[in-house]
């Protein structure tokens, strides 16, 4: 079998440095608890290793980051690289909470074109995942920032004289650049600020870039990760390209593969790299004349994973 290895993958340098972050935390010195403030990134994986070390993680995806602030009344807190409102922030400043903030740099500076735009008067629409921590933060800045997924929710917004459409850093910039065509119907003089983050677009223009001769796109990730679920998307829709996500190569259904002659591998950027290249060595190795190849147990542990 043909592999054709799409570049980049591994971390992303948002993830990198929310990761850093926390291992340079002296965690044996630590007297009172920390918690993260919802998953680190969206990898399990990643997550369980820090569980084990003592971190607290509080996640449920029915609460906000505000209402899960009240189940921390003292110790440190870590906000994830998703990013948290400013509300946020206040909240575990009142409770005198210490903060270590991971957000992303390119998250960070999106919600300042935020807050740039809407301090010049613009109305924000911002095109989103409802109940992802970046666009929930993101809607929070402000009653003026109205989400929306895809084009038919721009029917129920109203009229806006000053409008700006902004998005998602891990969005598709495809579906992007179609939600802003169908924008301009209803809001002729709409601003576009594309936020997408650089680890996002390149990874995408690198899936639509693929060999045309390509069978499967394997797409290695989370799949609460939402970069990870728009590279199989792009995959599929805009190379026309089958694409299934898998977190680990446990997860990869050895059927898909019949009749395959060439495979193509890329990651979501929390992905640790470890996981991938576990993938990409089984498929340097199969055979699907040889059963002898067709395990696909993984030896990646939440000890080893980083």
């Known amino acids: 079998m043909e592999i054709q290895k799409l570049i980049p993958r591994g971390y992303c340098h948002g993830v990198v440095n929310a990761i850093k972050m926390i291992k340079q935390l002296d965690l044996s010195q630590q007297t009172q608890p920390i ?7 969206h990898n399990k994986k ?3 290793f820090f569980a084990e070390k003592g971190i607290r993680i509080l996640h449920n995806p029915f609460r906000t980051r505000l209402e899960l602030l009240d189940h921390i009344e003292e110790g440190t807190v870590i906000f994830t690289a998703h990013g948290v409102s400013d509300d946020v922030i206040q909240k575990a400043k009142a409770k005198h909470l210490d903060i270590v903030d991971t957000t992303c740099s390119d998250v960070r500076k999106s919600f300042d074109v935020i807050e740039e735009y809407l301090s010049d008067g613009y109305t924000i629409i911002y095109i989103g995942k409802k109940g992802h921590p970046e666009s929930e933060a993101a809607r929070s800045i402000s009653d003026d920032v109205y989400l929306i997924e895809d084009e038919a929710e721009l029917d129920a917004l109203p009229a806006f004289e000053k409008v700006a459409l902004t998005n998602q850093t891990t969005m598709s910039f495809y579906d992007v650049y179609r939600i802003h065509q169908s924008a301009l119907d209803k809001y002729p003089n709409i601003q576009l600020i594309d936020e997408i983050c650089d680890a996002t677009r390149s990874r995408q223009e690198a899936v639509i870039n693929q060999d045309k001769d390509v069978d499967l796109c394997i797409v290695v990730g989370d799949h609460l990760s939402n970069n990870t679920k728009k590279l199989a998307e792009v995959s599929e829709k805009e190379a026309n390209i089958p694409a299934i996500v898998i ?17 193509s591998v890329t990651s979501g950027a929390s992905t640790p790299t470890k996981i991938t ?3 990409v060595k089984f498929l340097e190795l199969f055979d699907q004349n040889n059963p002898v ?11 080893n994973v980083l």
């Open 35 to 41: 918690y993260l403030l919802g998953m680190l990134i």
């Open 277 to 279: 290249n576990e993938v």
């Open 293 to 303: 190849t067709f395990h696909t147990t993984s030896h990646i542990t939440k000890k």
């Open 247 to 263: 977190e680990t190569l446990a997860d990869l259904d050895i059927n898909r593969l019949t009749n395959v002659k060439k495979v």
């Open 46 to 48: 990643v997550n369980d």
